[in-house]
């Protein structure tokens, strides 16, 4: 291989901006910089420490393999998870860059060769497992090597209260003691303030500045339904809204996952299950083909996700709730890390609420850590419960202020459900349940409610007291509903050592006496439909953000099909030969000339090289 030619310039100082921005054009073919990488990209590539906080798609890895390019030697990238690292060296071969991993994977042959290859200073960037780097042969070896930069990519596996802890991040510190002259720049999408201030303690970066990206992920709609056949309304989702496209859907327990699978594949839709029951090699198949094939839904149990690099999944779906705002805000945040719009969709019932409390009742932990779960779960109830903006309520539960109050990209800012006054509704729940003796779950208490003389209402003599029949206003989804708020409200709450039958709280009085302000959210009928702005354009897509050009569909479909064939000729995802926008801008423009291909964003240098001619020929040969 010649060496590279990639940085036509490694100095630094008043070059170093239009540098940087040469070779991103060049080798990744991208117009210009997003938000604090321009910047980022200045402070390492001039030598400086500095912790990055983005969230999932905000575009981390140019921040250290820009600089790893503009700086003499090779950037050492750490990185938590062999199936990512593999991913990120195929992308970076595809535009030229010269990358490799050292990890366990290799024979003991393979690694001798990368490890000749960088101390020759023949690599841009190796990425190495930390267990890896923190052996006495790997320090010695890049001792002797040029280092560019070391990356720490998901710095938060150093957090020992973090749910993502690697007992091996620890042991990073090691860099900064080894090589205080190297810049080290750690890169994370998990916000909270503990959780910076370990990396910051453990990777010594104390004094160097953290560039603390917007957590807002404008291209998700979020929307949270009414569940209520919980499986129909995935399917209805998918078909009308997602059909063809990339998804991951949430389950809590194996079992679902299965029977979900089998639902959606029945329904035509290519879905395979993916859960840590499965043997090792069905859940590396299941993975391969959605991280390879176009359109593959994947049923999962929170066991999937971390690591999955993939750029175009379109949704993710809940069917059960998470327990947490940051675990809903990480699994969503899996849809569209490529920008393009995407949907966050969650089905959510009572029942849910008193599964979670279930859990959190039943688990072992101290009483400390059970409060603090019941609190997080209240926070994800009341975002699911909330009547105004999710996406403001999401950023402000991570600190954040958005500009405005509402977004105009989640279902409350679409469709803004109706707020009434609840209280004389409040009143005829609470007192029904009180006068059962709070000893029901949701559906005897609607049956007395409604007047309905069922077996169970006759045996207890239910059709003989003064609510009986109180409530025909209201059908049983909007008791269910209502029901539903006062147990995210704290008014009422499922008891979990009793089958989940509702009893009062000490709140509750309040609300009987009138002397509580009740408000209630009443779903409005259009909420599982398309949204209106779909139907009227009468595309699939999520409507907001697109380009606004006409995309040629026939050539769209060319191209993918063209795409498919290169990645499993060439063994590597999708995604890794081009990303989805850069088909998509293909298919709007139709560039007949390599000049004209190499304008649309994702075609750098390498990539024109090796599929220019075809692309043009596809364009031609493709009527519009
Ligand atoms: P992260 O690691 O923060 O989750 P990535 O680095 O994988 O994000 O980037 C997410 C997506 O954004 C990728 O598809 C990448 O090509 C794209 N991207 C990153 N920076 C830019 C940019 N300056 N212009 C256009 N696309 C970008
Ligand atoms: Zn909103």
Sequence with gaps: MPATNIAPARQRGA???ADALSVLNSVFGLPG????????????TDGG?????????????????????????????????IALMRDQVAGLLESGVKAAVLNSTLSFEEATAVEQRLLAGDLDLLYVAPERLLTPRCLSLLGRAKIALFAIDEAHCVSQWGHDFRPEYIGLSVIAERFPNVPRIALTATADDLTRQEITDRLALAGAPRFVASFDRPNIRYEIVDKQNAQTQLKAFIQQRHSGDAGVVYCLSRAKVEETAIALAKAGIVALPYHAGLDAGRRARHQDRFLNEDGIVIVATIAFGMGIDKPDVRFVAHLDLPKSIEAYYQETGRAGRDGKPSTAWMAYGLSDIVQQRRMIDESTGAEAFK????GKLDALVGLAET??????????????????????NCDNCLSPPLVRDGKVIAQKLLSCAYRTGQRFGAMHLIDVLIGRLTERVKQFGHERLSVFGIGSELNEKQWRAAMRQLVAMGHL????????ALKLTDTARGVLKGETEILLREQTSGRDRPSRTKSRRGDLAPAPGNSGQATDANLLGVLRAWRSEVARTRGVPAYVVLHDATIEGIAASRPRTPEALRDIPGIGDKKLERYGRELIELVNGTAS
């Design 387 to 408: 009547a105004n903006c999710r996406r403001s309520r999401l950023l402000g539960y991570f600190g954040e202020s958005p500009q405005a109050a509402t977004c105009g």
């Design 33 to 44: 910089f997003r938000g604090a990488q321009e910047e980022i990209v200045r402070h390492v």
């Design 371 to 374: 409060r603090v779960s019941i």
């Design 15 to 17: 070059g170093a901006t």
């Design 49 to 81: 420490n500095c912790l990055v906080l983005m969230p999932t798609g905000g575009g981390k890895s140019l921040c250290y393999q820009l600089p790893s390019l503009l700086r003499e030697g090779c950037g050492i990238v750490v990185s938590p998870l």
């Design 493 to 500: 709450r499922a008891d979990s050592e009793a089958f989940g």
